[in-house]
């Protein structure tokens, strides 16, 4: 299995990316990334699975975070903002 590609942006907040993941990984990886995060702290995630916009927040809200922003950042491409 692919390593996801993790970045540190600043002391509370994360990039993580899965673009080239494909449908439905991303949904399924989110449970355990937010589980790595402290409270308070942010994660933005890089995806291009078509799918990920509408089934990633779901599951992070399941889990009390906080999704202020989806954003179209390319043709196919979305960072889904992440709060924990």
Request: net charge positive; aromatic share 6%.
């Given at each position: ?13 994360y ?16 449970e ?13 995630l ?27 950042i ?11």
């Amino acid at each position: 299995m692919r390593k996801i590609k993790t970045s540190k942006i600043s002391d509370k907040h994360y990039q993580v990316d899965m673009r080239g993941w494909v449908c439905p990984y991303p949904k399924y990886a989110v449970e355990s990334l937010v589980k790595k995060l402290n409270n308070g702290n942010q994660m933005d995630l890089l995806v291009d699975c078509p799918s990920a916009p509408d089934d990633v927040p779901r599951v992070a809200q399941a889990m009390g975070c906080n999704v202020p922003e989806i954003i179209r950042i390319g043709g196919g491409e979305w960072k889904i903002v992440i709060i924990k």
